[in-house]
């Protein structure tokens, strides 16, 4: 999965930042995928951009890439790239029903794009842990 290629060494952790859309059962996965997909593809899309326009900074970072022995120049045009973009993009039609753009995106801001859910307010048991009043 190119989900878990490309974004697992940062997303798939049990800590709410970065928001840790890979973590927990497949169900969960898939669902806080969906959840997050605005801001994935906000991210993806930054890639199109020059670094001077970007609003916000790609993802995956260059030092993922780095590790993946990927320079940025090689992943703007990468076939995985294209992959995420149209998942995330799939996913925000049949949410909405219409083909999202970046430019509709950025005119919402990225800070007031969809949040991402995460699966570290879960319990083992999948139920939602409540910290009242304690961060995380």
């Known amino acids: 999965n190119a989900f878990h290629r490309y974004c697992a060494q940062c997303h798939h952790e049990d800590l709410a930042f970065p928001p840790n ?8 996965v898939q ?16 890639w199109e951009l020059a670094p001077s326009a970007r609003l916000e900074a790609p993802m995956p970072p260059v030092t993922a890439l780095q ?6 120049e090689q ?14 993009a799939d996913l925000l039609v049949s949410q909405s029903g219409k083909s999202p753009r970046l430019e509709d995106l950025a005119a919402k801001g990225y800070d007031n794009l ?6 570290s307010r879960l319990g083992h048991d999948g139920r939602e842990r409540h910290n009242f009043g304690v961060a995380g």
Do not use: N
Not at 21 to 28: A, I, K, N, V
Not at 114 to 119: D, H, P, Q
């Open 75 to 88: 992943w703007a045009g990468h076939p995985d790239l294209g992959v995420l973009k149209s998942y995330t």
């Open 114 to 119: 969809r949040a991402c859910s995460s699966s």
């Open 31 to 46: 669902e806080q995928i969906r959840d997050c997909a605005e801001r994935i593809l906000f991210r993806l899309e930054m």
């Open 21 to 28: 859309f890979l973590h927990g059962s497949p169900g969960q």
């Open 67 to 72: 590790r993946l022995h990927l320079s940025p």
